[in-house]
């Protein structure tokens, strides 16, 4: 069974409906990411928590809203998609070791289409 | 602030040969990772290779290597003995190790791997 896990794969909405992404990991790692790719710009990091309580802002945040349910699961939220929001979103998820923090793991992504 | 530049939007090769990616970055950190990451037309992002900025010695996977210049901050991907399941998109990135509100990786904008059989 895949560490990183997303649902769903792929998904159209349209324009103005409220979007819900869930990652789930079975690597007990404390830390989790959400990032977005675009054609041509790389990923980019939406919001990102270090633990239940602690969940902070990326570089590029607006329009969306996350929710740490437990250690293990991290939701990413668009509650009024828009077109400019299709994109490819990944989770991903790490360790602190030793006081560094350790590589990041990713999910397979998942494929937003806002009509 | 971090920056990564991937100068190469596309690359190729012939099957067997040896490729070299590049990538420079900017960071005012003085302890960081940097790291390379393959992502196939499966679109999963998977960790090629790291490299720790303190280390001098340049880090190596099998086929793949880096040449990590630390005063240049440039930090290239060699892949040996290509493969046609090394064609992917490669994505340079760095990271503070700071683990705290810097932690998060900075992306390049990738490099366009073909392999030609």
């Known amino acids: 069974d895949a560490d990183v896990t997303q649902t769903p794969r792929n998904r159209i909405t349209k324009t103005g409906k409220r979007i819900m992404l869930e990652c789930s990991q079975t690597?007990?790692?404390?830390?989790m990411y959400w990032y977005r790719q675009d054609p041509g710009l790389g990923l980019r990091l939406i919001y990102y928590?270090?633990?239940?309580?602690?969940?902070n802002k990326g570089e590029i945040s607006d329009g969306y809203s996350v929710s740490r349910q437990a250690q293990a699961k991290f939701s990413l939220s668009l509650e009024s998609a828009i077109p400019n929001q299709t994109a490819l979103y990944f989770c991903?998820?790490?360790?602190?070791?030793?006081?560094?923090?350790?590589?990041?793991?990713f999910g397979p992504g998942t494929r937003l289409t806002v009509l | 602030a971090q920056t990564v530049t991937q100068s190469q939007p596309e690359m190729s090769v012939q099957e067997a040969e040896t490729v070299t990616l590049s990538c420079t970055y900017d960071?005012?950190?003085?302890?960081?990772?940097l790291f390379w990451y393959k992502q196939p037309p499966s679109r999963q992002m998977i960790l090629v290779i790291r490299?720790?900025?303190?280390?001098?010695q340049n880090a190596t996977e099998n086929r793949f290597s880096v040449n990590f210049q630390k005063a240049a901050k440039s930090f290239s991907l060699k892949i040996s003995d290509s493969q046609l399941g090394d064609a992917a998109m490669y994505f340079c990135?760095?990271?503070?190790?700071?683990?705290?509100?810097?932690?998060?990786?900075?992306f390049g904008t990738g490099t366009l791997l073909a392999v030609q059989p």
């Open positions: 991903a998820t790490s360790e602190v070791a030793g006081g560094k923090a350790d590589t990041q793991y």
């Open positions: 690597k007990g790692h404390d830390r």
């Open positions: 928590s270090f633990d239940v309580k602690d969940i």
């Open positions: 960071t005012s950190e003085s302890d960081y990772y």
């Open positions: 490299q720790e900025a303190y280390k001098q």
């Open positions: 990135a760095s990271r503070s190790n700071y683990g705290g509100a810097t932690n998060k990786l900075i």
